[in-house]
């Protein structure tokens, strides 16, 4: 059943008609759990009140699968606008993006323009930016993008999703570009020909890339919510002696909030991922997806209005 429920908000989630419908209206369907506002100007509040309590955040202007060149320039100018933002109000906060709502899907020549015009800006104001992982038909693009940009900016990093076969490759590949990596378990539906179809297999793969490159020495983001995952780090960096330095946890705006406060409390660096945008509908269906109980505070919320 769970299965079932998974892959239905799965395939909703790239539903291109719900995802221009749901642009026209404010956060419905309980995203306001998920997501802080619908521009930067009520987003940097949350990020603040984050930032008061000592967390540190990664701040995600939603939208992808973007189509024409217009609004993917419009989505680049929007990063640079954050990135200003950020630097104005002293915000402790990198920028995270995906490459489709970058141009990817229409040229490379659109993607690196505005690739470059965002980390102009975030080598400007000191913002890191990191290149969400999408689709796996997106993951190769990607990679060779960020390698690169990686070439030209120091401020860049990316994301390597567990559940793929090929990660193990790609982390030794890039491991000469000294890179800033958020590891993860892996958000979308792809087919067994290419990722670990059981999660235990997912979970053990995760905790081999995760290994990999601490001990390569980059610096490391870990972003879960999964406890077991999060033990597995403590004890693997008090074994190998890795400074507190050389990695930090991240977690999602809206979940585990407790969690996230505790590993602060025990010194570690927690940086939140905190999505704003009018484009919110994709983002929010994956988070259904990767938690079907979710649903039933969603419908909770739907029945009181
Ligand atoms: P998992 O889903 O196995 O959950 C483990 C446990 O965590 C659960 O049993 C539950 O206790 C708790 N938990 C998990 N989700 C919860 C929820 N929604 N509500 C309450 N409790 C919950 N993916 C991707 O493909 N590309 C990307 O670029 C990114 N970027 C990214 C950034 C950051 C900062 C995070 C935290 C995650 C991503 N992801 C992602 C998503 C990632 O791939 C993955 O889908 C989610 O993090 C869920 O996996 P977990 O590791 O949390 O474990």
Not at 192 to 205: C, I, Y
Not at 247 to 253: S, W
Request: aromatic letters at 10%; charged letters at 30%; a positive charge.
């Amino acid at each position: 059943m769970e299965q079932l429920m998974r892959n239905f908000f799965l395939f909703l989630s790239k539903n291109k008609t719900l995802t221009k419908l749901a642009k026209k209206y404010g956060l419905r369907f309980g995203a306001a759990r998920f997501v802080a506002g619908v521009d930067f100007e009520e987003a940097s509040k949350k990020i603040k009140k984050i930032n008061d309590s000592g967390l540190v955040t990664t701040v995600d202007h939603l939208g992808e699968f973007v189509d024409n060149e217009q609004e993917a320039i419009e989505s680049a100018n929007e990063c640079v606008h954050a990135i200003e933002i950020i630097s104005k109000k002293s915000l402790n906060s990198e920028l995270s993006l995906k490459m489709t709502s970058m141009g990817l899907d229409i040229s490379r020549e659109l993607v690196m323009s505005n690739m470059r015009k965002i980390l102009e800006a975030g080598k400007k104001h000191r913002v890191t930016v990191t290149i969400d992982m999408e689709d796996f038909e997106r993951c190769q693009k990607t990679l060779d993008i960020f390698k690169e940009l990686k070439k030209e900016y120091d401020n860049v990093g990316t994301v390597i999703q567990a559940y793929l076969y090929r990660t193990e490759q790609d982390i030794k590949e890039l491991n000469e570009y000294n890179p800033y990596l958020r590891l993860v378990k892996g958000a979308y539906k792809e087919s067994p020909e290419v990722a670990f179809p059981d999660k235990k297999d997912v979970d053990s793969n995760f905790k081999k890339i995760i290994k990999m490159n601490l001990l390569n020495g980059n610096y490391t983001a870990i972003a879960t919510h999964d406890d077991a995952i999060i033990k597995y780090v403590k004890e693997l960096v008090k074994e190998h002696n890795i400074s507190k330095d050389l990695f930090e946890f991240q977690m999602l705006y809206g979940i585990r909030k407790e969690a996230q406060e505790q590993l602060h409390k025990e010194g570690y660096t927690m940086r939140v991922y905190v999505p704003y945008g009018k484009d919110w509908y994709g983002y929010n269906m994956r988070r259904l997806a990767e938690r079907p109980a979710n649903v039933w505070f969603v419908l909770k919320g739907v029945l009181k209005k």
